[in-house]
Nanobody, 125 residues
Framework: QVQLVESGGGLVQAGGSLRLSCGASGRASRPYAMGWFRQAPGKEREFVAV????????DYTDSVKGRFTISRDNSKNTVYLQMNSLKPEDTAVYYC??????????????????WGQGTQVTVSS
């Protein structure tokens, strides 16, 4: 059973940057595709970014393309989300999630059975 712990959230001014980290423990023998999702107050959870098992394939929701970068370091069992040029509309609780996909990428929340507790990101205008 994989357990995930996010860190790196906080308060930042618009235009600033943050890097989120997600540490995984108890993982299976092969890394799975990992994703970041977010949920703003009063809104549904939405997909943000995904990286495949090797780190060689990524995908993003349109609103963060060119600003956010997802990456992973399998030697450290850690996934990162570098967020640049942050906007007030990026304010949300950000969740790290582990899929059971070992060969590609997935983007639906239902494809990720394991979730972290979330970390708050607040962007002030």
């Amino acid at each position: 059973q994989v357990q995930l712990v996010e860190s790196g959230g906080g308060l930042v001014q618009a235009g600033g940057s943050l890097r989120l980290s997600c540490g995984a423990s108890g993982r299976a023998s092969r890394p799975y595709a990992m994703g970041w999702f977010r949920q703003a107050p009063g809104k549904e959870r939405e997909f943000v970014a995904v990286v495949n098992w090797s780190g060689g394939t990524t995908d993003y929701t349109d609103s963060v393309k060119g600003r956010f970068t997802i990456s992973r370091d399998n030697s450290k069992n850690t996934v990162y989300l570098q967020m640049n040029s942050l906007k007030p509309e990026d304010t949300a609780v950000y969740y790290c999630a582990a899929s059971t996909t070992t060969w590609g990428i997935v983007k639906r929340g239902t494809d990720f059975p394991t979730w972290g507790q979330g970390t708050q990101v607040t962007v002030s205008s």
